[in-house]
């Protein structure tokens, strides 16, 4: 027989996964000694306050204080700036699902458009997702993109269907989405609502074919 071994893999695996999130906490805390010591080197010049506003402003938004990310807004005008991590401060905050800001970023020229680098998410993609339905129109109204793919080709209308709600989905299918767009995989939302038994949702897909 052979001698039982000792599973070392997991151990090893988590161990790097640590490490990694250990290195990108260090690469965020040195990005921000980076922007503060830029902020210093600039003095009080207006190109300094203006930097310090967006940095402020980013807080704001991930922190959702509405009021202090509208008194940075008016400082830096900065509605499209992206936090260290080349997210947009409209995608931070539709992963809130934060309306009242959205709204107002989205007045003050936020791009709809404007994607996460890393992901390819946008903010219709985000709030899709996560079911909100007044955020998805106040979307649709700025003129977003309703099928643009994320990094595996997934499109608002499949992320929609993914959460099975119905509600964003209709108002989706109501705009113009496609939902004979495939992902990357070939797939399209008709597909994941079979492979996913969702027949609520292939109902709704039907009846707007």
């Not at 027989?1 to 599973?7: F, Q, S, T, Y």
């Not at 000694?33 to 306050?49: K, N, Q, V, W």
């Not at 940095?55 to 008194?71: F, H, N, P």
């Not at 209709?170 to 004979?180: I, N, R």
Request: hydrophobic share 45%.
């Amino acid at each position: 027989m052979h001698e039982m071994r000792p599973n070392r893999i997991a151990p090893l695996l988590w161990a790097r996964r640590a490490d990694a999130v250990k290195m990108k906490r260090v690469q965020k805390r040195a990005m921000g000694l980076c922007l503060f010591m830029l902020a210093a080197m600039l003095g009080s010049t207006p190109a300094a306050a203006q930097f310090s506003a967006a940095y402020e402003l980013i807080k704001a938004v991930e922190e959702q204080d509405y009021g202090e990310m509208r008194t940075q807004m008016l400082k830096c005008r900065c509605p499209n700036v992206r936090n260290v991590d080349d997210v947009p401060v409209l995608v931070m905050a539709a992963r809130n699902s934060d309306s009242k800001i959205i709204e107002y970023l989205l007045e003050m020229g936020a791009n709809p458009d404007a994607t996460d680098r890393n992901t390819r998410s946008t903010a219709l993609m985000e709030l899709a997702r996560r079911g909100d339905l007044n955020g998805v129109q106040m979307l649709i109204k700025k003129g977003a993109d309703l099928n643009a793919g994320n990094n595996t080709g997934q499109t608002a209308l499949m992320l929609a269907a993914l959460s099975r709600n119905g509600r964003v989905v209709s108002a989706l299918l109501e705009a113009g989405a496609d939902p004979d767009m495939p992902d990357y995989q070939g797939q399209t939302v008709f597909d994941i609502a079979r492979n996913n038994r969702y027949r609520d949702i292939e109902r709704l897909l039907e009846s707007a074919g």
